[in-house]
C-alpha cells in the first residue's frame, strides 16, 4: 500500500464532502453560537449583535458554580457507575454461550430505541409510591409501608445509568471478546484466584478501553437534561436543564449560548486531562 | 506415593468425549510429552491437570493429594500457553514476579528472585523492558521463568514452541531439556511434533481420539509401536499387510517369510518396517519381489520407492550403501524379524 502523503490538491478529493459536512453541521453552528454569546440580550427575548461579556460574566457566580460542580459530579459518577456494572457483566457475556449472548445485546440495543422522556416516566413510575417497586417490597414484608423514591439523587443516577448502559457495554463488548482468555487464565495458573485475576489481569489490560468508555458515558451524561428534571429536585438539575431553561422558556439566547460554550471548554479540559494522565502513566 | 497419577480421567463435552479413561503415572522429576494429531484430547488432559477443566470422571493426584476438584490457583503449579499469555500492561521483571507479588512475598524477594530467574533465561537486565519489544525466544523465555518464579511441584506446557521458526525451536528444546534436568522438576509437554517430544522427553505419551494408545521412552515408541496407529504417527513407516496360515507359516505380501512368530489369536495383522530397516537384494532367493518405482536422492539419504504386491513400500538409505539400482528394475526386498514389528489389525 503506498503510504506517502497527498503530493496535489487532487489526492485531497476524498476529504471534501467530509470536510463539507463538518463545517456546515458542526463549525457553523458552533461557530454562530459562540457569537450568539457575546451578543447584547434586549428586553423581550431578541438579541443584537455586539461584544459584551456580560452573559460569562453573570455566569460567574456561585449559583452556577454549583450548578456546574454538580453536573461534572453526576456525569463523573454515571460513567464510574456504568463501567463498574458495566466491565464485570460484559466480560462474563463475552465468556457465555452465543444464543446468550445475542439474547442479551438485542436486550440492550432495544433500551436505546427507548426515548429519554420513556425511559424518565417508567423510572418515575417504578419508584413511586402508589405504583412503584416499594410495593413489591412491602408484599415482600421487606418493607412496612410503600414509599416514593422520587424525586432523589438515587433516582437520576439509576435511570441515566440505566440509559448509558447500553452504551458502555457495546463499547467494552468488542474489546473483551478479543481479549486473550488465556490472560486470566495464566494468571490462575501462577496462583490467582478467578476475581484476583480479573482485577490484576483483565482491568489493567482494558485500561485504555475503560478510559475511553468512562469518557463516553461522562460526555453523554453531561448532556442529559430530561431525567434530572423528571426524577430529581430542583438541586439535582444539571447545566444542561438550566440552558433548555434559559434558551426556551426565559428566551436568553446569548447566557443560554454562553452556559453552553463554557460546559463544552470545561468537558473538553477534562477529557483533555484524563487522556494525558492515561498516556503518563503509560509512558512511565 | 509421589509424582502425579491420573486415574480413569475422563472429560465428555455435551454428548462429544475428549478424553476417555486416561490412566497415567508420572514419577516425580520426569519429563512427559503428550503427543498426537490435534483433536486427540492432548490439550485437554492438560488442562484438567492445571485444573482450567474438571474431569466429568477419573482422579488426578499429586504427590499423594487428591487434587481433581482442588481450583487452579491452589494447584502450586506453573504453566506455559500456547499463546504464551504475557501480560501486556506489566514490564518483563512484574510479569515474572507475578506470582509472587499475588503470594504476598515482600519487595527485595521477589526482586532477587526475579534476577535469578532472569540470569537463568540468559536475559539478565530485562527485568525493566515492556514484553512487547521482546523477540518471539525472549517472550518464550520470559513465559517460562514466570511460570517458575515459584518453583512449582508440577510445570506444563501447552505447544510451547510452536510460535517459533524452526531453527529456534530445535535451539529451545534441547535449552528447556536441560534446563528441566537441571531443576528436577516433573515436566509435562503437549506436542503435535514428534521431533519435539523425542528430543525432550523421557516419556512420550501418544494420543489419539481421547485415548492414550502409547506411553513409552521415545526409542522403544519408535521401534516398539504398540499398535498400527502409533507406528504410522511416528516418524516414517512401512505398514504391510501380514499373515500366518494354519501351520504356522507368515507370509508378507504373499511371499511367505521366515523368523516370525503368529500373532496369538489372530491370522491377520499388520507389520511395520522403518523405511531405514528394508534391505534391497537382488531378487529371487525368498526374498519378497518388488518393481522399483522411484528415487529420491536427498544427498543425506537415498529414498527408494518399490511395489511390492500392489503396495508401495519406501526403503531409506545412506549415500554409503547407496542401492544401485534403476526404475523399472526387478528388485527383492528382505525383512529383518528383529527390526520389524508384528501389529494387531
Known amino acids: ?284 | 506415593m509421589s509424582g502425579l497419577i491420573l486415574e480413569h480421567v475422563t472429560k465428555q463435552f455435551g454428548t462429544f468425549t475428549a478424553v476417555s479413561d486416561v490412566n497415567l503415572s508420572v514419577a516425580d522429576g520426569s519429563f512427559v510429552c503428550l503427543l498426537g494429531p490435534s483433536g486427540c484430547g492432548k490439550t485437554t488432559l492438560m488442562r484438567m491437570i492445571a485444573g482450567l477443566d474438571l474431569p466429568t470422571g477419573g482422579s488426578i493426584r499429586l504427590s499423594g493429594t487428591d487434587i481433581t476438584q482442588v481450583p487452579t490457583h491452589k494447584r502450586d503449579l506453573g504453566m506455559v500457553f500456547q499463546s504464551l499469555a504475557l501480560f501486556p500492561h506489566l514490564t518483563v521483571g512484574e510479569n515474572i514476579a507475578y506470582s509472587l507479588r499475588i503470594r504476598g512475598a515482600d519487595k527485595d524477594a521477589q526482586k532477587k528472585r526475579v534476577d535469578e530467574l532472569l540470569a537463568m533465561i540468559h536475559l539478565p537486565g530485562f527485568a525493566d523492558r515492556s514484553v512487547s519489544k521482546l523477540s518471539g525466544g525472549q517472550r518464550q523465555r520470559v513465559a517460562i521463568a514466570r511460570a517458575l518464579a515459584i518453583s512449582p511441584k508440577l510445570f506444563l506446557l501447552d505447544e510451547p514452541l510452536s510460535a517459533l521458526d524452526a531453527k529456534l525451536r530445535e535451539a529451545m528444546q534441547v535449552e528447556l531439556r536441560q534446563l528441566q534436568q537441571r531443576l528436577g522438576i516433573t515436566t509435562i509437554v503437549v506436542t503435535h511434533d514428534q521431533r519435539e517430544a523425542m528430543t525432550m522427553a523421557d516419556t512420550v505419551v501418544v494420543m489419539n481420539g481421547g485415548e492414550i494408545r502409547q506411553a513409552a521412552a521415545p526409542v522403544d515408541i519408535y521401534r516398539r509401536p504398540a499398535d498400527s496407529f502409533v507406528a504410522d504417527f511416528i516418524g516414517q513407516t512401512n505398514l504391510l499387510p501380514f499373515e500366518t496360515d494354519s501351520a504356522g507359516q507368515a507370509a508378507v505380501l504373499g511371499t511367505s517369510i521366515e523368523g516370525f512368530a503368529p500373532l496369538a489369536g489372530s491370522t491377520k495383522g499388520m507389520l511395520s518396517v522403518r523405511p531405514e530397516d528394508v534391505q534391497l537384494v537382488p531378487a529371487g532367493n525368498g526374498a519378497i519381489p518388488a518393481k522399483v518405482t522411484f528415487v529420491r536422492d536427498l544427498g543425506g539419504t537415498i529414498e527408494t520407492f518399490v511395489e511390492a504386491g500392489g503396495q508401495q513400500v519406501i526403503a531409506v538409505s545412506s549415500p554409503r550403501n547407496r542401492p544401485e539400482v534403476q526404475v523399472g528394475q526387478t528388485v527383492g526386498i528382505k525383512l529383518d524379524p528383529a527390526t520389524s514389528v508384528v501389529l494387531p489389525k
Open chain 1, 1 to 284: 500500500m503506498r503510504r506517502e502523503p497527498p503530493q496535489r490538491l487532487g489526492d485531497y478529493g476524498p476529504l471534501f464532502f467530509p470536510a463539507g459536512m463538518l463545517t456546515l453541521f458542526f463549525v457553523v453552528p458552533f461557530a454562530t453560537m459562540i457569537a450568539v454569546s457575546f451578543f447584547q440580550r434586549e428586553q423581550g427575548g431578541f438579541y443584537t449583535p455586539a461584544f459584551v461579556l456580560d452573559n460569562y460574566a453573570r455566569f460567574l457566580s456561585l449559583f452556577f458554580g454549583k450548578v456546574l460542580g454538580f453536573s461534572l459530579f453526576l456525569a463523573v459518577a454515571v460513567a464510574i457507575a456504568c463501567v463498574v456494572v458495566g466491565v464485570p457483566f460484559t466480560y462474563l457475556l463475552a465468556r457465555s454461550a452465543r444464543k446468550m449472548q445475542i439474547a442479551w445485546l438485542v436486550a440492550l440495543l432495544s433500551i436505546l430505541s427507548l426515548s429519554e422522556v420513556m425511559i424518565g416516566f417508567a423510572w418515575s413510575t417504578l419508584f413511586s409510591r402508589t405504583a412503584g417497586i416499594t410495593n413489591l417490597f412491602v408484599w415482600l414484608g421487606l418493607m412496612s409501608q410503600a414509599q416514593a423514591l422520587t424525586p432523589s439523587f438515587g433516582a437520576v443516577m439509576t435511570a441515566m445509568t440505566y440509559q448509558a448502559f447500553p452504551y458502555t457495554v457495546l463499547v467494552l463488548y468488542p474489546a473483551l471478546v478479543r481479549l486473550d482468555p488465556t490472560l486470566a487464565e495464566a494468571a490462575r495458573t501462577l496462583g490467582a484466584s478467578p476475581v484476583k485475576a480479573f482485577f490484576t489481569v483483565v482491568v489493567p489490560a482494558l485500561r485504555n478501553t475503560i478510559l475511553a468508555t468512562l469518557i463516553m458515558v461522562f460526555i453523554f451524561a453531561l448532556g442529559s437534561y430530561l431525567l434530572p428534571q423528571l426524577l430529581g429536585r430542583p438541586q439535582h438539575w444539571t447545566l444542561s436543564v438550566l440552558i433548555t431553561d434559559q434558551a426556551i422558556y426565559q428566551s436568553n439566547m446569548p447566557f443560554a449560548a454562553a452556559m453552553a460554550v463554557f460546559l463544552v471548554l470545561v468537558s473538553l479540559a477534562l477529557v483533555g486531562l484524563a487522556v494525558y494522565a492515561g498516556q503518563q502513566k503509560e509512558a512511565k
